[in-house]
């Protein structure tokens, strides 16, 4: 138990736990980022559903979404901050982790305000089908931040999350990293788009990507169709040059997009309290800390822990 909003403490064990040796590029950063992302993005502006608000991924409905997969190895990393911090909630959590990690990566300081609640049910999820599709092209990109409230600059510099990170052929499909130096956030993943031939490749699970062969590190780096999309698009294509020559103003510009990312569905009276429906009516309501014990395949409720994360998760959680 730690004192009650206290957040700088939070913050230093999410920093805490960031070296992961046994983890991807020894570090848990990228898949914390995009755990804040993902619990943030399946946003509608026109209905106003979806949102950071609630820590839907706790529900299987959500955290059993094929786009989610492999979000559970981040949220079991931050189980032992929840732990300690018992009084946070989950989606405050979620996107304070992005948060710090993107900063502990050498990325820049983005604006992150707390009051999230978690939802006490899975009756206010969103449908499945707002995130991203990898393999899909500039007009899926449009409809799917469109429908966030984001424009063609801002969907770049969202995009420049790519710097961090890598694909699992057993996770998305794909497979590699963006670029060589995947723990750390830059800009380079706009430049390599554009200074590099990218080779269409076909994996040997039918997906498709777009591959070049870094000769100095003897890796086979990746881009997404939607990455190939951003320079083959009048529109994107300017703003990929820009982030290209301009590093502070990619940093400034993603760190504006990415505060606004995690605020979606969100709403603030003037002095920040959260006033969501949900917020109003339970207060800042901090879901337990998820169970120890998985679920079964028979026994798979809002509550519960699909059976098939159990291996997985096993093995991440005897290191924590």
């Not at 890796?219 to 190939?228: A, F, G, S, V, W």
């Not at 009276?269 to 959260?274: F, M, P, T, Y």
Request: hydrophobic share 35%; aromatic share 10%; net charge negative.
């Amino acid at each position: 138990m730690t004192t009650f909003g206290d957040y700088n403490a939070v913050r230093k064990d999410i920093a805490a736990l960031l070296h992961q040796p046994a983890y991807d590029d020894g570090s848990a950063g990228p898949v914390l980022v995009r755990l804040a992302w993902h619990s943030s993005g399946t946003y509608d502006a026109e209905t106003d559903t979806g949102g950071s608000n609630g820590a839907g991924m706790r529900y299987e409905a959500e955290g059993g979404d094929p786009a989610n997969a492999g979000l559970q190895h981040a949220r079991v990393f931050l189980e032992p901050v929840k732990q300690k911090h018992d009084w946070i909630t989950y989606a405050d959590l979620w996107t304070l982790a992005g948060v710090v990690a993107v900063k502990e990566m050498g990325g820049p300081e983005i604006d992150w305000k707390a009051g999230r609640t978690d939802f006490v049910d899975d009756s206010n999820l969103p449908p499945r089908g707002r995130l991203p599709d990898g393999a899909q092209g500039a007009a899926h990109i449009r409809w799917i931040f469109n429908r966030m409230g984001f424009n063609d600059q801002e969907i770049v510099a969202l995009s420049g999350a790519h710097n961090l990170g890598r694909c699992h052929k057993d996770r998305s499909g794909f497979h590699g990293a963006w670029v060589p130096q995947p723990t750390r956030f830059s800009n380079s993943y706009f430049k390599l788009m554009l200074s590099e031939e990218w080779r269409e490749k076909t994996l040997d699970n039918g997906v498709r990507q777009f591959v070049h062969y870094d000769e100095d590190l003897e890796e086979e780096l990746m881009m997404l169709p939607t990455d190939i999309a951003l320079i083959h698009d009048a529109k994107f294509r300017p703003w990929v040059e820009v982030y290209a020559k301009d590093k502070q103003r990619f940093f400034a510009d993603f760190a504006k997009v990415f505060a606004k990312l995690i605020e979606l569905g969100i709403r603030r009276d003037q002095s920040g309290r959260v006033v969501n429906g949900d917020n109003v009516r339970g207060g800042y309501h901090a879901a337990p800390k998820k169970s120890q014990r998985p679920g079964r395949p028979e026994e798979v409720d809002r509550y519960g822990e699909a059976e098939p994360l159990r291996e997985e998760n096993r093995e991440f959680r005897a290191r924590l």
